[in-house]
């Protein structure tokens, strides 16, 4: 019986010393990756670096951090780009002491982006931090079926982006959180996903590399009654579902 791909939803690939070494780990570990950017100059370099590589997928990012300080030139590359893209992140907001400097410049850009029409045909990653609420109401008004990365917002807000079609992505540094537990607990198995956002996120006394994926799919498997086997399958049939849900049109 062929093993079901794992993904690797958000991945910084490109902030690894040695990003081809970790990609050929995740490739004999049966992981892909989606390698996010942070920017549309950086996603151009990092597509030419790795080329037409297996196993991996490099999205077209512009995050919050540095849209509060982008051009409108730049917000222009980044929609010119957006047809040659099959995945989208890391784009978001950031309203934490790191960004609420720049909330209006971060929302001018992110609606512009969910204005696309083109946005609501591919999966999407994003970042919400001291956000959350703002983030998902956005998202519900675009229909875009959008993953969350690394949810550390309200959990009264969670019921809102279930309802919205939302998805949570899920991280070896997550499940070893006593914070992550209540909302580990209250996800749906079937709107679970799986990311490392490696290598800022940690795995033990390391940075994360798609690899660990296996671990935090034990982990999963134990909170949700199931055998690895079983969690695996249903974390595979998610994205498969999300890549079917990204490519349908938009409600009326």
């Known amino acids: 019986m062929t093993t079901a791909v794992l993904t690797d939803t958000h991945c910084h690939i490109d902030a690894y010393d040695n990003p081809l070494a970790v990609l050929d780990d995740a490739r004999a570990a049966g992981v892909h990756v989606i390698a996010v950017t942070e920017d549309p ?147 749906p198995p079937e709107r679970v996903l799986l990311e490392t956002d490696g290598p800022f996120a940690r795995s033990g006394s390391r940075p994360a590399v798609p690899s660990d994926l296996l671990g935090t799919l034990d982990h999963l498997a134990q909170l949700w009654a199931m055998t690895t086997g079983e969690a695996r399958k249903a974390v595979a049939n998610n994205e498969q579902r999300l890549r079917c849900t990204a490519s349908e049109p938009p409600p009326a």
């Open 41 to 187: 100059g950086k996603y151009r370099l990092l597509r030419t670096r790795l080329g037409r590589r297996d196993g991996v997928d490099v999205a077209l990012g512009f995050h919050p951090l540095r849209a509060g300080a982008a051009s409108p030139h730049d917000l222009a590359r980044f929609l010119r780009l957006l047809p040659q893209a099959t995945w989208i992140g890391e784009i978001g907001l950031d309203f934490s002491r790191a960004g609420v400097a720049t909330r209006k410049q971060q929302l001018r850009v992110f609606e512009a982006i969910l204005a696309d029409p083109q946005v609501r045909t591919r999966p999407v990653t994003v970042h919400s931090r001291g956000a959350e609420r703002e983030t998902i109401a956005r998202l519900a008004q675009a229909h875009v079926p959008a993953i969350l990365h690394w949810y550390t917002g309200p959990l009264a807000a969670v019921d809102d982006a279930l309802n919205a079609g939302l998805w949570f992505s899920i991280n070896p540094a997550m499940v070893r959180s006593k914070k992550a537990v209540p909302l580990l607990q209250r996800l």
